[in-house]
Every structure is written in structure tokens, then in C-alpha cells.
T-cell receptor, first 112, second 114 residues
Framework: AQSVTQPDIHITVSEGASLELRCNYS??????LFWYVQSPGQGLQLLLK??????LVQGIKGFEAEFKRSQSSFNLRKPSVHWSDAAEYFC??????????FGTGTRLLVSP | DVKVTQSSRYLVKRTGEKVFLECVQD?????MFWYRQDPGLGLRLIYF???????EKGDIPEGYSVSREKKERFSLILESASTNQTSMYLC?????????????FGPGTRLTVT
């Protein structure tokens, strides 16, 4: 069965520092991978997605993610974090025709 | 812009009550989804629907049912609410029956069952 692991429950980053959020997936075939962000009091918003092709994917708000098949990973990165990036981030893998399986999320705290 | 609205942001119900959570999308999307979100568990799929009057069970359907009488509206029903159904409920929709399509989420309903 498909699964997603986000090993970090919380991460604190200083404003202006770089960010990497980890995501590992389990899936038999080529996965469809997603990163969503949930700002406080809001629903989830898609940051980026990977289906095939270039393994480095660019998303909104300056985020990018790299698909590494050998490591079964799809880590999210941002070179310089802003205070407005404080939120919860979810990695997800496509499971079957229409379903997504989500990870447990990583809460990002941004310190001044 | 796609808009997914949920009928309530906060709801408090008593054990044993029948509870209806309503979700409406305004972009003619085929797919609609209900998730529950719990700390440390992420989002788990309860039910989804790919057409009017069509539904499929997700990963945790027990204790829930759904209704989709019109394309834009998807209701989640708790027949007899229990305290273990206290949670955040998120509705989502997507355009086509393809997992590659972006899911658009509503703001959520925080349900407390006492």
C-alpha cells in the first residue's frame, strides 16, 4: 500500500535561512507526488507536484522539490524563508485513480 | 478562482446527534472529497464522489455516510455522532477523475462532539 513519511513533526528556521522539509514515500510504480501547505485557519493549497520528467520541480511562493527515486524521497526546499511561510506542510502521493495519501505533516515555525 | 465553501467553521454537537456537514464548490468539478485531519495523523480520506449520486469509500468510512444529489454539493453525515469523531473536517474538489488534478480545499469545519 502507498504511504508517506514526514519524519519531522516540527521544524524551526530563522527568517532568511534556507529550509528543507523531508518526505519519503512508498509506492510500487512511478509515483505522483505533491506538496501542500496549510496556513493557520485555512484549507490546504497546492505548492507543487511531480509526475515525470525533470526531477527538480518549481512551485509557487519560491518553493522547489527534488524527486530522488533511489532514496524514495521528495524533499521540499526554499533558499530563504519568510515569516509568512510559517504553516503546516503536507507531502502526498497519488494512490490509484483519484486518491491521495497524505503524510502526517510538518509544522514550520519561523523565528525572527 | 476556485472556491470551496463549508457550511460551518465551528460546530458543537452532542453524542448521538445526527450531524450534517455541507460542502459546495463553484467550478463544476467532477470529484469531491471528505477528509478528517487529526494531529499526528495528517489527513485521512473518509469518502469521495466522482459524479452525482456516485460515491466511494475512502480509508476510514466507518461511522460516516455521504450524499451528492447535485454536482456542486457534497454532504458528510454522521448518523450518530460520537466523541471519537471530534476532529477537523476538510472538503476538497478536483476537476476531473485523475489523481494528477489539483485538489482545492475548503477552510474546514472543526467539529466537537460532547
Amino acid at each position: 500500500a502507498q504511504s508517506v513519511t514526514q519524519p519531522d513533526i516540527h521544524i524551526t528556521v530563522s527568517e532568511g535561512a534556507s529550509l528543507e522539509l523531508r518526505c519519503n514515500y512508498s509506492y510500487g510504480a512511478t509515483p505522483y507526488l505533491f506538496w501542500y501547505v496549510q496556513s493557520p485557519g485555512q484549507g490546504l493549497q497546492l505548492l507543487l507536484k511531480y509526475f515525470s520528467g525533470d526531477t527538480l520541480v518549481q512551485g509557487i511562493k519560491g518553493f522547489e522539490a527534488e524527486f530522488k527515486r533511489s532514496q524514495s524521497s521528495f524533499n521540499l526546499r526554499k533558499p530563504s524563508v519568510h515569516w509568512s511561510d510559517a504553516a503546516e506542510y503536507f507531502c502526498a502521493v497519488g494512490a490509484g485513480f483519484q486518491k491521495l495519501v497524505f503524510g502526517t505533516g510538518t509544522r514550520l515555525l519561523v523565528s525572527p | 478562482d476556485v472556491k470551496v465553501t463549508q457550511s460551518s467553521r465551528y460546530l458543537v454537537k452532542r453524542t448521538g446527534e445526527k450531524v450534517f456537514l455541507e460542502c459546495v464548490q463553484d467550478m463544476d468539478h467532477e470529484n469531491m472529497f471528505w477528509y478528517r485531519q487529526d494531529p499526528g495523523l495528517g489527513l485521512r480520506l473518509i469518502y469521495f464522489s466522482y459524479d452525482v449520486k456516485m460515491k466511494e469509500k475512502g480509508d476510514i468510512p466507518e461511522g460516516y455516510s455521504v450524499s451528492r444529489e447535485k454536482k456542486e454539493r457534497f454532504s458528510l453525515i454522521l448518523e450518530s455522532a460520537s466523541t471519537n469523531q471530534t476532529s477537523m473536517y476538510l472538503c476538497a474538489s478536483s476537476f476531473r477523475r485523475q489523481v494528477t488534478d489539483e485538489q482545492y480545499f475548503g477552510p474546514g469545519t472543526r467539529l466537537t462532539v460532547t
